[in-house]
């Protein structure tokens, strides 16, 4: 997904779902970005917070877990990879992609719509108008709680399958039609992981 960030809008902050070790910001940090990261798992949270504080002063990170419905309790499966394919859904074929991770705890967590935690921090959604995503297949589910905020974002920026990673994910063509709707345009597709039987994830940019 680092190679996409070049197609954001230099000029407005981001938003980013799914932080877990704040991989990206350096990236953002490179072109001068101020950048909201979202963490559900609290451990995760807490080394962003500390890595974040001590080298990325236009970036923070707040804990939720975000989802379509506010106050939504969702068993949440915590992968043993640092967290980083953890998910509201329930892995399905990610076990034959991935057959080392294991999701050996699952939780229980409520979740927030991303409207409403832009209400609740006080976001200004006229400034952070680049959305990326990487929260392993409930990506769409994150869209269809953040319409409010849709009419505001110019770039969004997600990973996607074309198979069944987790139970009932959404695939490519999903997040075409869902998007297209709300005057968004896929401008780059670009596969970063294949396996046999044409099981392909690819990093999407959708651009208004």
Known sequence: MKHLVKFLNKNKGVIHVGANGAEEAPAYESHNLDVIWIEP???????????????????????????????????FYIADNNGASSSILEPAEHKITYPHILFSNVIKMKSLSLDSIIKTEGVDKNHYTNLVMDTQGSELLILKGA??????????????????????????????????????????????????????????LYMR
């Open 147 to 204: 319409i409010n905020y849709l009419d505001t974002c110019e770039t969004i920026i997600l990973e996607a399958a074309n198979f069944e990673a987790y139970k009932g994910c959404p695939k490519v063509i999903d997040f075409d039609f869902f998007l297209s709707k709300h005057g968004f345009k896929k401008t780059e597709e670009s596969c970063f992981n294949a396996w046999e039987g044409d099981r392909k994830y690819y990093d999407i």
């Open 41 to 75: 798992i609290l451990e995760r949270f807490k080394v962003c917070v500390k890595k974040l504080k001590s080298n990325f002063p236009k970036q923070r990170i707040i804990n939720y877990l975000v989802s379509d419905q506010d106050h939504q309790l969702h068993d």
